[in-house]
């Protein structure tokens, strides 16, 4: 059961980036351009999770669900401003080491086993995610690392956020929690795009057919990913959950990409594949 939910949501994960990324190849050119998409996407998961809210609202899930709309939005934004700035691989790679934060604060306030075969496999990840990475000509600036850092922050906050919801009392009421977090996220990003019009800041993302289909795609996998990783949270411990679904979704972005870019593989990418493979067998044990 764990092994099937860790790759349903790894797999979710690498759906939702790849078409991402076919959306940014279109009409996304800068960050005005990134905050409306994501405003669409946020809308999109709140509408598909919207039949939740039919029999009311839990007032207890409001608090979790406000941290983890405002942490979704603040990631969304800085992650999109850091790609902008700065190199595209150790961005991915940085914000991916963010599964570092719900590890340790499971350990020490959950009080989760940890094993040092665990810890090994833990390091082995994250040796796995720096092999994968590659450089793309950007240079490393401190804007760049500022952006980082904030992403960094929100995606291990949601991950953490995620986590004491799913060991709370209102834990049954995933779908609500998806639905309400959403819902928030949506709401920052139209204040932001409203004051972005205001600014009279140079927009070139057009709501059209293609893009739509794209955003609904977008958020039907953010969604499902989210309420199942949530869910997840309540009986699967952190130390195995996040990393494993961190390097599997590496993994199939890798195989993706070989697939439909036919991009071939580097020694270095088949060096990060096998040292994957290992560090999530070990995680598991």
Same mark, same amino acid.
């Given at each position: 059961?764990?092994?099937?939910?860790?790759?349903?949501?790894?797999?979710?994960?690498?759906?939702?980036?790849?078409?991402?990324?076919?959306?940014?190849? $279109?009409d996304?050119?800068?960050t005005t351009d990134?905050? !409306?998409?994501?405003? !669409? =996407?946020?809308?999109?998961t709140? =509408?598909l999770?919207s039949?939740?809210?039919?029999?009311?609202i839990?007032t $207890?899930?409001?608090?979790?669900?406000?941290?983890?709309?405002?942490? *979704?939005?603040s990631f969304?934004?800085?992650?999109?401003l850091?790609l902008?700035s700065?190199?595209f691989?150790?961005?991915?790679m940085l =914000?991916n080491?963010?599964? =570092?934060?719900?590890?340790?604060?499971?350990?020490?306030?959950?009080n989760?086993?940890?094993?040092?075969?665990k810890?090994?496999?833990?390091?082995?990840?994250l040796?796995?995610?720096? !092999?994968n990475?590659?450089?793309?000509?950007?240079?490393?600036?401190?804007?760049w690392?500022?952006?980082?850092l904030?992403?960094?922050?929100?995606?291990?906050?949601?991950?953490?956020?995620?986590?004491i919801?799913?060991?709370?009392?209102?834990?049954?009421?995933?779908?609500?929690?998806?639905?309400?977090?959403?819902?928030?996220?949506f709401?920052v990003?139209f204040?932001?795009?409203?004051?972005?019009? $205001?600014?009279? !800041?140079?927009?070139?993302?057009k709501?059209?057919?293609?893009?739509?289909l794209l955003?609904? *795609?977008i958020a039907?996998s953010?969604?499902?990913?989210?309420?199942?990783?949530?869910?997840?949270?309540?009986f699967?411990?952190?130390i195995?959950?996040?990393?494993?679904?961190?390097g599997?979704?590496?993994?199939?972005?890798?195989?993706?990409?070989?697939i439909i870019?036919?991009?071939?593989?580097?020694?270095?990418?088949?060096?990060?594949?096998?040292?994957?493979?290992?560090a999530?067998?070990?995680?598991?044990?």
């Amino acid at each position: 059961m764990q092994l099937l939910i860790i790759t349903f949501c790894s797999f979710l994960s690498c759906l939702k980036v790849t078409i991402q990324g076919n959306l940014a190849k $279109g009409d996304i050119k800068n960050t005005t351009d990134s905050v !409306l998409a994501n405003c !669409l =996407v946020f809308a999109s998961t709140a =509408v598909l999770f919207s039949i939740s809210a039919r029999g009311g609202i839990n007032t $207890g899930i409001i608090f979790y669900a406000l941290a983890f709309g405002i942490l *979704s939005a603040s990631f969304q934004i800085f992650y999109a401003l850091a790609l902008k700035s700065g190199p595209f691989s150790a961005t991915c790679m940085l =914000v991916n080491l963010s599964m =570092v934060i719900p590890v340790v604060f499971s350990v020490i306030f959950i009080n989760e086993k940890l094993t040092v075969v665990k810890i090994i496999g833990v390091i082995l990840c994250l040796l796995a995610l720096f !092999l994968n990475t590659h450089k793309d000509g950007k240079k490393f600036n401190f804007k760049w690392l500022f952006y980082v850092l904030m992403a960094f922050s929100s995606t291990g906050g949601i991950s953490v956020t995620q986590k004491i919801f799913a060991k709370s009392q209102f834990a049954g009421e995933v779908k609500q929690f998806v639905f309400l977090g959403y819902l928030i996220a949506f709401l920052v990003t139209f204040i932001l795009v409203f004051v972005q019009k $205001g600014m009279k !800041l140079e927009r070139n993302f057009k709501i059209n057919k293609k893009n739509l289909l794209l955003v609904f *795609s977008i958020a039907g996998s953010l969604g499902l990913f989210q309420y199942f990783n949530t869910y997840a949270n309540s009986f699967i411990d952190a130390i195995v959950l996040n990393p494993s679904i961190s390097g599997l979704a590496t993994m199939f972005q890798m195989f993706s990409a070989r697939i439909i870019f036919k991009e071939k593989f580097t020694v270095k990418q088949i060096c990060s594949i096998c040292i994957g493979i290992v560090a999530i067998i070990m995680i598991s044990i």
